[in-house]
């Protein structure tokens, strides 16, 4: 590796976090917006031109606030918690690719790293993140926190095989685990078309993974007031919502890059790299924006029907899923 | 030579770290502590897996012992009331068997270790990462192994573990239909008829 190589490597990474930090300012903001009109009220419209800045106001009024650690709390897993929450999230983006290979002087991907074993990195960091939760939510020393660990836990473990058996079967489709060689075997056909039932089950256990509603009972505000997180004040609150945003944007972006072709689309002759930025990006956003309606839209579901809907319903379908797409598989060649 | 020394010295950090989290899971008094020193230990092994090449073990190492297995623990740590467990003695009173045993454990993987050729390639260094990528990439190099020359030991491990799980949840329901047939139980659900 040269001077300049280190030097993109290292763009790269900047990109990513500002992406990382500055994407939930954005998307929290859309989102009181998008409830306020579906709730039929106004939602913020005073801090900034019509509620701009509310988001840069709320995150500055968190930061000054006083960092409270609970009495009776475990103070170093109290203290590591949110952090364990965020960092999976962030190592995740590094194998998104958000457009193809572009030569600027030399060849860059859109991409920080192209890890062979991509999909399954991204399958890592999110069983990591359930880590958070439960760390945050046991060492509170509060019967809320404690719950909503609790749940999360059994929560994430049970969604993450559904997610598992989907991206098995766009394994077998794609036959590489490299989230860029499943982009590119999407280009007669994206996904979607062949595992639509894979699509399905891949959403679903992706807003049960982040937490969203209807799978929000972790943090339930209507029973165990706000969950793991309930202790919570100052930044280290605002890291769970930190975390809580850029896993929806992930989720959307993996959905992508699975299913929809990621950057893959109708490209100008020359700027295939702007273009695939614009394709990943608008897809992405679509994404995005099911997860906030979906907040709108939907109910609670009660804990035994979000297990019993879990195992007794989704895994089924999974494994014939999966069989069905190997046995085509088979077929075709 | 670079590469190699920052090999070397990612070896020791990844190897030190993890004997220490390893410790930790012996030497801390509280459990849930003891847990997440586990996971400590997990990930850096995983990070010896990423040195030598092995990324898919890397990955799986950490969805299955970390993203799983540690999760049911702790999942069950919460359940338990730990209160005055950590005020138990440090040496057990198995300790006076407990120390012979491990003692000839070590003695028997260091003779087992250095009798097989194979063994002591590796620690010479005849088994560069370079032969796994050779292979295709140690997904593909795993696989080729795992589903021929293995295939059976492979299948028999799978169908031991649905046993265990089939077991697991027998064992569950009788408990459950246990407690239905307690004159207790069945007094309290009588009540409870009654009041609604």
């Not at chain 1, 860059?108 to 069983?127: E, P, Q, T, Y």
């Not at chain 1, 309606?293 to 899923?321: E, H, T």
């Not at chain 2, 192994?145 to 573990?161: D, H, K, M, N």
């Amino acid at each position: 590796m040269d001077g300049w190589e280190w030097l993109i490597v290292a763009i790269k990474c900047v990109v990513i976090l500002l992406i990382f930090l500055g994407a939930p300012l954005i998307l929290v903001l859309v989102e009181r917006w998008t409830l306020g009109r579906l709730q039929s009220r106004i939602g913020p419209n005073r801090v900034g031109w019509s509620g701009t800045l509310q988001t840069a106001a709320d995150g500055l009024k968190l930061g000054i606030k006083e960092d409270l650690i609970p009495r009776g709390a475990d103070k170093l897993v109290f203290w590591f918690g949110p952090v364990f929450l965020v960092v999976p999230a962030l190592a995740a983006w590094a194998i998104v690719p958000v457009g193809p290979k572009v030569g600027l002087g030399r060849d860059i991907g859109l991409w920080a790293v192209d890890l062979n074993v991509g999909i399954l990195f991204f399958l890592a960091m999110g069983s990591l993140g359930v880590y958070g939760v439960v760390m945050s939510g046991w060492s509170s020393n509060s019967k809320y926190a404690h719950f909503g660990a609790l749940r999360a836990s059994a929560q994430v473990i049970s969604y993450e095989l559904i997610m598992g058996l989907a991206v098995l079967a766009v394994i077998l489709y794609a036959g590489s685990l490299s989230l860029i060689d499943i982009v590119e075997q999407q280009r007669g056909l994206w996904f979607i078309v062949p595992q639509f039932v894979g699509f399905l089950l891949f959403v679903i256990a992706g807003v049960a993974e982040t937490n969203r509603v209807p799978f929000d009972l972790p943090e339930a505000e209507s029973e165990i007031v706000a969950g793991f997180h309930v202790e919570y004040s100052g930044m280290r609150f605002a890291m769970f919502f930190i975390a809580e945003y850029a896993n929806i944007i992930l989720i959307s972006a993996i959905i992508t890059t699975l299913y929809l072709g990621g950057w893959l689309g109708w490209t100008i002759p020359g700027m295939e790299g702007l273009t695939g930025i614009v394709w990943f990006a608008l897809k992405t956003a679509a994404f995005i924006s099911m997860f906030l309606l979906l907040r709108a839209a939907l109910p609670r579901l009660r804990y035994d029907q979000l297990m019993s809907f879990c195992w007794k319903f989704l895994m089924p379908i999974g494994i014939i899923n999966v069989l069905l797409a190997a046995g085509l598989r088979m077929a075709w060649s | 030579m670079t590469d190699n020394l920052a090999e070397v010295i990612a070896f020791w950090y990844l190897a030190f770290m993890a004997v220490t989290g390893g410790v930790g899971v012996l030497a801390l008094r509280n459990p849930v502590h003891s847990a997440l020193s586990l996971v400590y230990v997990i990930f850096h092994v995983a990070g010896l897996f990423v040195i030598l090449g092995a990324g898919f073990l890397a990955v799986v190492q950490i969805i299955v012992y970390a993203g799983a297995i540690v999760v049911l623990f702790l999942f069950t740590l919460m359940m338990l009331d730990m209160r005055g467990l950590g005020e138990e003695r440090f040496v057990h009173r198995q300790l006076w068997l407990a120390v012979p045993l491990g003692v000839l454990l070590a003695v028997e993987a260091v003779f087992v270790g250095v009798g097989t050729p194979e063994v002591r390639e590796a620690f010479l260094g005849a088994f560069p990462p370079q032969t796994i990528s050779d292979l295709g990439g140690s997904t593909q190099a795993i696989a080729a192994v795992l589903f021929s020359e293995y295939l059976l030991p492979f299948e028999v491990a799978s169908v031991l573990l649905l046993v265990a799980a089939i077991g697991a949840i027998i064992l569950a329901r009788r408990f459950e239909r246990e407690i239905e047939a307690m004159p207790e139980a069945a007094e309290a659900s009588e009540s409870a008829e009654a009041a609604s």
